[in-house]
């Protein structure tokens, strides 16, 4: 039956914008923990470790995510593991995020100059106190405006996680838009959740960059 | 697991994944171009001094970079027919794709524009080059300069991000996994090779720009 596109049917991708977010913070998590091993194996000094970060972040940051989010659907039930595409979804954002973080994080890392470290090493410092009392909290302050603005990426790209059947703000509007015909508001109203969402991040984002540039 | 690969299976659709491929490459082209006029309207409405087009231009970039692709493409593809205008899954994946770019273009190009100084313009002028002779060897030059590298991880960006108007069957590459996935059944072995194709275009591209980038910016500069 067709209904009319109404207030309960806003209410209800209001409610489904839970997922969009619940899968963008895990994804953040996921790829954070994720990304911090992919920044060391990034700068250790070790050769074989450092190109095996970089294919990584190539093989990420070369292939469309809606191409890994397939593989991941299609290929875990193969090796064994559940179905779900919660599951496929998580995963592969978590991943694809970990490759960005990565990079974001060696770039803050490197950043710091050398002379920061040898100034740290001339005061008689150890290098853990040198990467923990010095380095770290300069490259920690660098890092915070782009991570915050690769969010806005991560949010947005959950919508593609709708193509392989995850419920989420994108998918809920599929259905709506089907069952009342009204595609055009429908999708105008998503369109207004994700701005909402992904515009104060935004925001966030810039303010934290003002904010923190000021100690450099 | 007991599964076995079946990547051979796949070889015989090497003339589709051409296909595909120089599918995506037009459609890469098409959005860039088309992008980047957007994006030089944008950028000189969002400088210039008329106060409604400078609020309309941050609207507009705004409003696009804060919403996902998909949505987007859904809006012009299923949106738009029910207030009259129909558009085959191509044409309105390109409407979508180049007012995606658009938003973006402008960005980088209004960027590339601050980065000369004024005071280069005077320089220029002042040892008797004309305002068009200024233009085309201190301005623009340095403008392109600053803005290629972002140019050319954006076109890799684009020919990534045109694999999401499959979802509205437009054809291009990511489509033909679908293709090829429903002839063999062999969904894992379809997706992999058909994302693997995006790397190897991707890798393939960043090397081309590279060399561009060698070859008209960095000798010049050394003369």
Redesign the interface.
């Known amino acids: 039956m067709i209904r009319e596109f109404g207030a309960a049917d806003i209410v209800y991708l209001i409610a489904a914008a839970r997922w969009t977010v619940a899968l963008a913070l895990t994804a953040m998590v996921g790829g954070g923990l994720l990304g911090l091993v992919v920044a060391v194996f990034r700068v250790m000094p070790v050769r074989p470790v450092n190109w095996l970060a970089i294919g990584y972040i190539?093989?990420i940051?070369?292939?469309?995510?809606?191409?890994?989010l397939?593989?991941f659907f299609?290929?875990l039930p193969?090796?064994?593991l559940s179905v779900d595409s919660w599951t496929a979804a998580a995963l592969s954002l978590s991943i694809y995020a970990s490759a960005f973080f990565g990079e974001i994080w060696r770039g803050s890392l490197q950043s710091i100059s050398q002379r920061q470290w040898e100034a740290g090493a001339a005061l008689g410092l150890t290098y853990r106190q040198r990467l923990f009392n010095v380095v770290l909290p300069q490259a920690v302050r660098i890092s915070v405006a782009p991570t915050v603005g690769f969010l806005?990426q991560l949010v947005?790209?959950t919508?593609?996680t709708?193509?392989i059947g995850f419920i989420e703000l994108?998918r809920a509007?599929?259905i709506i838009?089907g069952a009342t015909f009204?595609?055009?508001p429908v999708?105008?109203t998503?369109?207004a959740i994700?701005?909402v969402v992904?515009?104060s991040i935004?925001q966030l984002s810039q303010m934290l960059e003002g904010r923190l540039r000021v100690a450099r | 697991?007991d599964?076995q690969f079946r990547f051979g299976a796949l070889l015989r659709f090497t003339d589709e994944i051409v296909e595909g491929v120089l599918l995506t490459l037009q459609f890469s082209v098409v959005t860039m171009i088309c992008g980047l006029i957007i994006g030089l309207l944008v950028a000189m409405a969002s400088t210039g001094r008329v106060k409604a087009l400078r609020v309309a231009a941050r609207v507009y970039v705004?409003?696009i970079?804060?919403?996902?692709?998909?949505?987007?493409l859904?809006?012009v593809f299923?949106?738009?027919?029910?207030?009259g205008i129909r558009l085959g899954a191509n044409t309105a994946a390109l409407i979508a794709l180049s007012i995606n770019m658009g938003a973006y273009g402008a960005e980088i190009l209004r960027a590339g524009f601050e980065s000369v100084r004024q005071s280069q313009v005077e320089a220029g002028r002042s040892l008797g080059l004309t305002v068009g002779q200024t233009f085309r060897h201190v301005v623009l030059y340095q403008a392109v300069k600053a803005i290629y590298p972002a140019l050319a991880s954006q076109f890799?960006l684009i020919m990534?991000?045109t694999?999401?108007v499959?979802?509205i069957g437009a054809t291009e590459l990511?489509n033909k996994?679908a293709f090829i996935d429903s002839r063999t059944y062999l969904?894992?072995e379809s997706?992999?090779l058909?994302?693997?194709s995006?790397?190897v275009l991707?890798?393939g591209f960043r090397a081309l720009f590279a060399a561009i980038y060698r070859l008209a910016f960095v000798r010049r500069a050394h003369r």
């Open positions: 190539n093989l940051q070369g292939t469309p995510l809606l191409g890994q397939f593989v299609f290929g193969l090796v064994g806005v947005k790209n919508s593609l709708a193509l994108t509007s599929q838009s009204a595609p055009l999708y105008l998503a369109a994700y701005f992904c515009f935004s | 697991m599964y705004e409003s970079r804060n919403t996902p692709l998909l949505v987007q859904f809006i299923f949106g738009l027919p029910s207030i890799v990534l991000a694999s999401v499959s979802s990511f996994a969904s894992f997706y992999t058909i994302t693997l995006y790397l991707t890798l």
